[in-house]
């Protein structure tokens, strides 16, 4: 079982920067392929970026150029900087963890594990 816990959201002004960290027990992140995905109010859950156990790494284009995915094994720690932030960003975001030795994808299917979330509001 893996257990994931997001940190690092709140409240900042569009064009302000934030950092959400993900750190997970149960399993070692070397790994396993991270994602991130979000969820605004009314709207379905999307992807926002992942990076492989390989390192490799995919974005959202809506995020592309602001946002960076990168991982720690030795904390065992994902983490997101969220540069440029738009009020468009606004929502919950969720880290997700692979299976192990799969590759990242933008389908959240593909993901076993997710933590309860942590609230980014970008304010206009």
């Known amino acids: 079982q893996v257990q994931l816990v997001e940190s690092g959201g709140g409240l900042v002004q569009a064009g302000g920067s934030l950092s959400l960290s993900c750190t997970a027990s149960g399993r070692a992140l070397s790994s396993t392929s991270m994602g991130w995905f979000r969820q605004a109010p009314g709207k379905e859950r999307e992807f926002v970026a992942f990076v492989s156990w390989t390192g490799n790494t995919g974005y959202a284009d809506s995020v592309k150029g602001r946002f960076t995915i990168s991982r720690d094994n030795a904390k065992n720690t994902v983490l997101l900087q969220m540069n440029s932030l738009k009020p468009e960003d606004t929502a919950v975001y969720y880290c997700?963890?692979?299976?192990?030795?799969?590759?990242?994808?933008?389908?959240?299917?593909?993901?076993?594990?997710r933590g309860q979330g942590t609230q980014v509001t970008v304010s206009s």
């Open positions: 997700c963890a692979g299976r192990p030795r799969a590759f990242g994808t933008m389908n959240i299917n593909a993901y076993d594990y």
